[in-house]
């Protein structure tokens, strides 16, 4: 009954042997196919990085660094106004993003709820974060125009030369004349904002471009024109036509946002919610509970615990992951680009909160898309101070990472 | 074998004044989930003594101290039925507290009883600032009367010497004995009438758990203390009263020195003869 | 010694105060969730409102939508001209992220192998970075990299074979870009197979390779679908590279070598166009942006579903 089955006694010795040469060559064989694809990870990044410093050194230069966009004279274009763009409208991003993500992330983490209907609301927002982190970006940037850019249209169709929607602060409209004086122009306080133009008839109030009231009389053709230059100055003719212009402070605020950069921190700010609450959580699950206990067996409550104990001892982790975030979203062009738009002439940087702008990337997008050989350099020496800034970005992570590393032990 | 002795002789022995009965606890049931973890459970503990709650792992020991100061809230699932209560006292002017009262302030509750774990487990912070954490938390204190806090804590928990030239270095950079007695100190800090301590020698060295022992022999004078142990011959070196569980169960109760001499249960007796557990 | 003064005073703050502000920071922590779950209800009504006024209009249909097989929403201006078929752009889409997974899935779930089975620790040290690195390329600049190398490279080999713009370029570009992602997501799910399990098949007498590819993978086959799923999403979401190096003429067609406008290819051509907000025409991105959320969205649910599976079996 218990003898030993044939299959193990009645063995071919030289079938072992094979067998066994043949299984030790295949597992070398796989083994060195492994080294041959990991090793091309890193050819890629060689090619890569190769490629793009080669075609792009030869236009690294001051003007790339300080100049801004131009059509005129290609060679001499930069990337001054995408610099700052990046920086206002991943600031905004930062400033919107990271509380909000941290803030859920201890919400998730460090309220766990003992109430199954709670447990299992809870579960479903965990669930729902996941999944918005894999919904593409460029969803998010119709988000963002729909949302922030357009406002569902609840303020009004946005038409182009109007500022449409509901201005709420930080803006003074002034009627513009010019005076009898040629290139000389006075500005004239506005009540109506929704009037496009005004005719001047009689003597008014107004102030000129340095800001001092002056009061503007009226010169009627036919009789003879005031002479002295000063006169002349504050003479505007009868019938002269004034057109709208707006002057506005850093806060002017209106709504809808528009294209503003605005609207584009918000949108990258929905993009990196999800990646930021998961890194956060993750550093806060690796808070030993034994931490927790102590500190609510001292009389602790749960935020208490949260703020004295938990966050600090989760925050290089976080920093790490929130740094990590901002890098993808310094990179990031599809939403940029969906709510702001592709255009790249702007030769300044944000100058208020309803600002237009552009980034870094949607300039690289812009010029690597465009015939000229000149553009196509410029493109990858954009590339190259993109990923300076980005490397800068993940070096500071890995100190952190490290230097906290080693604090902690 | 010696189950027929009465147990009213042991209550001679014992000190003069009778003891004053600090937490009350009668037909306590508690749950995890579906799992009954206490069934019916009475005992009193007495006020300024020690006492050790003995018996092997799972019997129920460990979730009755955290029912004591609350610290099962944050499980899901854990909920106890059943009076425990700790008793009125006028010199800490609070009346009766009802510790299973769905409605009671925890945070004050905890402030009254502190607990000390298994692992030492001090924040990432400076010796001073774990010392500190919980004064700051719960009262108004000027930077004098702090650092005389701080001092006076380290000192009861028998720890100063050793730490007063690094206050402000890392409280991990400590052995685990400092640890421990650094996390006792936290927990007298501030103000605790009674210490819970959950094992607290099982990860430390023979050297450290003696130092403990002492610690905590010298500590009932002023709180009194519920230790949970592994241990029986530390729950007979430093405790007044034991308590042998057994599956969710009390199975004896009684003076130590009677426990663990004359038992009165055969499970009692078989238990601290080492024949499980 | 005496009792410290802190003690004896026993002035111990009112804990009344502390709840409320404890409510209040709970209240505005719960907020900060439920504003995850309103960018979900935000993304879902703005979809369905949007493409509602494309679905709406009359030289639209749902069947035409679903069937036609020519998508002509930027090229002619005239409404009655217009052909709204997703076909070609699906079929872009399509042989993009297919090319992508052939780079990806192998090269990925091999070097997952190599790191997870095989690799000693100096090499995972500069291994790892160098995925984290790629990982961390901007999108924009790979798609730069697929017309600057990949693109003429294919056209050399090929003998001007390739379009300038085609979908191969593209792919492999999109291939590397989730090269990392299968690859960390793999490796995870396989550190997470118990030693137990890989020492019980060498105990046997397995080689390092059936070691690896009959108990390792199988046992963490669930995690690596996921990874799988995942990377299908994201290469079907993949913007900035096709926008690039993948043409802008939806063509119906499985010849790699063309031109292939993908979904993603169409959204940003229709908002570079800068075309008037409110016409068909407009709105037709909405109605393309429903697809390709339609079809992430199951994808990435479906990894996130196995992979909380796979976690749970071997918590």
Known sequence: MSSIPDAIVNQDAKFLTDNAKRRKRLSLWFYFLCVAIALISVVILIVLMVSIWSQGQSRLSTDLLTRAHSELEIERSGMWPAILGSLFVCGTCAVVALPLGVGTAVFLEEFQPTNKLLRWIHGFVQLNISNLAGVPSIVYGLLGLTVFVYMFNVFGQIRVNESAGMEIMGYKHFYQVLTLEPGHVVFVPQSDPTKRQTTFDEPFQAVDPDGNPIKISIWTPGTPKPSDPAIRRQTVRAGAIGGTITERNWYYFRLPFDKSFLSGGLTLALVILPIIIISSQESLRGVPSSLREASMGLGATTWQTVRDVCLPAALPGIMTGSILAMGRAIGEAAPILVVMGAAVAKSSGPKHLMDDAVTMPVLIFNWAGRQQDEFKELSAAAIIVLLVILLLLNSTAIYIRHHVQKAQS | MSSVTPAIESEENSDALPDQTLIHIEKLNAWYGDFQAIHDLSLEIPKHKVTAFIGPSGCGKSTLLKWINRMNDVVPGARAKGRLAISGDASNDHAEINVLDPGLDVVGLRRKVGIVFQKPNPFPKSIYDNVAFGPRLHMKTSKSELDELVEWSLQKAAVWDEVKDRLHGPALGLSGGQQQRLCIARAIAVGPEVLLMDEPCSALDPSSTLAIEDLIFELRTQYTIVIVTHNMQQASRCSDKTAFFFEGKLIEAGPTEQLFTRPQQKQTDDYVRGKFG | ?315
């Not at chain 3, 690896?212 to 290469?235: D, E």
């Not at chain 3, 119906?252 to 025409?281: C, R, W």
């Open chain 3, 1 to 315: 010694m005496p009792l410290p003064k802190a003690l004896q005073n026993r002035e111990f703050r009112s804990t009344r105060s502390g709840a409320f502000s404890e409510r209040l920071i709970v209240i505005s922590l719960a907020l900060c969730a439920t504003a995850t779950v309103l960018i979900t209800v935000g993304i879902i009504y703005m979809l369905i409102t949007q493409s509602a006024g494309f679905f709406r209009s009359e030289a639209v249909t749902m069947s035409g939508f679903l069937t036609d097989t020519e998508w002509t929403a930027l090229q002619s201006k005239d409404l009655a001209q217009a052909k709204f078929g997703i076909l070609p752009l699906l079929s872009g889409t399509f042989r993009v992220t297919l090319i992508a997974m052939i780079i990806a899935l192998p090269l990925g779930l091999i070097t997952a192998i190599y790191l997870s089975e095989f690799a000693s620790a100096r090499i995972r040290s500069w291994l790892k970075p160098t995925l984290e690195i790629i990982a961390g390329v901007p999108t924009v600049v790979l798609g730069y990299f697929a017309i600057l190398v990949i693109s003429p490279s294919l056209q050399l080999i090929s003998d001007g074979a390739f379009s300038t713009f085609n979908a191969t370029g593209a792919g492999i570009a999109v291939g590397i870009l989730c090269l990392p992602m299968v690859c960390s997501l793999s490796e995870d799910a396989m550190r997470a197979v118990p030693r137990s399990l890989r020492e019980g098949a060498y105990g046997l007498g397995c080689t390092p390779f059936e070691t690896s590819v009959k108990v390792v993978v199988p046992a963490a086959l669930s995690g690596i679908i996921s990874a799988f799923l995942l990377a299908f999403s994201r290469a079907i979401g993949e913007t900035m590279v096709v926008a690039l190096a993948a043409g802008t003429l939806p063509t119906m067609t499985l010849d790699p070598t063309q031109q292939a406008q993908t979904m993603t290819g169409f959204i940003v051509e229709m908002i570079k166009s800068e075309s008037e907000y409110g016409t068909v025409q407009y709105y037709s991105l909405y109605a393309v942006a429903v697809t390709l959320f339609a079809i992430t969205f199951l994808m990435t649910l479906g990894g996130q579903i196995i992979r909380r599976r796979f976690k749970e079996s071997y918590q």
